[in-house]
């Protein structure tokens, strides 16, 4: 995943610093250990004092937040290209697939993002609104073509996909798992 996401506005040169090894090292202990991993290594890792880390990120959820902050954006420009794809069902499970890619790329992410849903005043909340949004917009279009169920809504169709992820993480030995998982909740989605 690029390098994307930017230090707030306003660091000192340092500071700046600081922040962009912390996100580049959490990425790698998330990557190596999930979302759980110690975030005295990662500060370790970065070469500075876990006060620094706190400073930056005054929580787990916001260091998660400003890791999944690429793979979110990522979504977004997806789902915005797949608004225009001529078959409207088609484009939703394309973009479904990614979110389940994307959600299995750090153990433990895909459970966070299923609390975030829980509880939107999480840091992490701030990408899963947009998430919501550009999904809702390829869900309602997948409806409208008559493709999905009305009653389909895309909190329910989020919290599946992040379940498929989290299944998916919990048997690594069946790397089609998370595929027929989708595919079986696609079924249910026909009208």
């Not at 202990?29 to 706190?54: N, Q």
């Not at 690429?70 to 990614?98: I, K, M, Y």
Request: proline share 5%.
């Amino acid at each position: 995943m690029a390098d994307t996401v930017r230090p707030p506005a306003g660091l000192r040169a340092d500071a700046r610093r600081n922040y962009e090894r912390l996100l580049t090292e959490a990425r790698v202990c998330f990557a190596a250990h999930g979302t759980d991993a110690s975030l005295e290594d990662v500060a370790k890792r970065a070469g500075v004092g876990i006060g620094t880390l706190y400073r930056h990120f005054p929580n787990r959820q916001a260091l998660m937040s400003a890791v999944f902050e690429d793979a979110a954006r990522e979504l977004l420009v997806l789902s915005r290209e797949l608004l225009s794809a001529p078959q409207p069902c088609g484009a939703l499970v394309t973009w479904l697939r990614e979110m389940v890619t994307h959600a299995s790329e750090y153990r433990g992410l895909s459970r966070a993002l299923m609390a975030v849903d829980l509880d939107g005043s999480s840091a992490l909340a701030r990408c899963s609104h947009p998430i919501r949004e550009a999904g809702g917009a390829l869900l309602v279009r997948a409806q409208e073509a008559g493709d999905v169920r009305g009653d389909v809504e895309i909190g329910d169709l989020l919290q599946l996909t992040h379940a498929i992820a989290l299944a998916a993480e919990g048997n690594p030995g069946d790397p089609e798992l998370a595929d027929r998982l989708l595919t079986l909740t696609l079924r249910g989605l026909k009208p």
